[in-house]
Nanobody
């Protein structure tokens, strides 16, 4: 089993920056694809960014390209989301997720989420 815990959310003005962190425990996640998702009130959850196990193939949703950067530190069992030039539309609960390589289920593990609020 893998447990994921996010941190780093908060309230920021438009144009500001935040860095989200996600630490995994229970097992090493160096072989897992990881991702950040978000869900705004009344909206469906969407994928923001994903990263492969080696960290050299990030994928972003179009709305955050050029503003957000996903990275990982496999030695620390962590994944990060650097968010720059934040916009009010980025307001959401952000979740960290991981694939399950044992069952091949995509994004089988989830954290509890961290709130990001961007004021205009």
């Amino acid at each position: 089993q893998v447990q994921l815990a996010e941190s780093g959310g908060g309230l920021v003005q438009a144009g500001g920056s935040l860095r989200l962190s996600c630490v995994a425990s229970g097992r090493t996640v160096s072989d897992y694809r990881m991702g950040w998702f978000r869900q705004a009130p009344g909206e469906e959850r969407e994928s923001v960014a994903t990263i492969n196990s080696s960290g050299d193939m990030p994928v972003y949703v179009d709305s955050v390209k050029g503003r957000f950067t996903i990275s990982r530190d496999n030695a620390k069992n962590m994944v990060f989301l650097q968010m720059n030039n934040l916009k009010p539309g980025d307001t959401a609960v952000y979740f960290c997720a991981a694939d399950n390589p044992d069952t091949y289920r995509q994004f089988d593990y989830w954290g509890q989420g961290t709130q990001v609020t961007v004021s205009s």
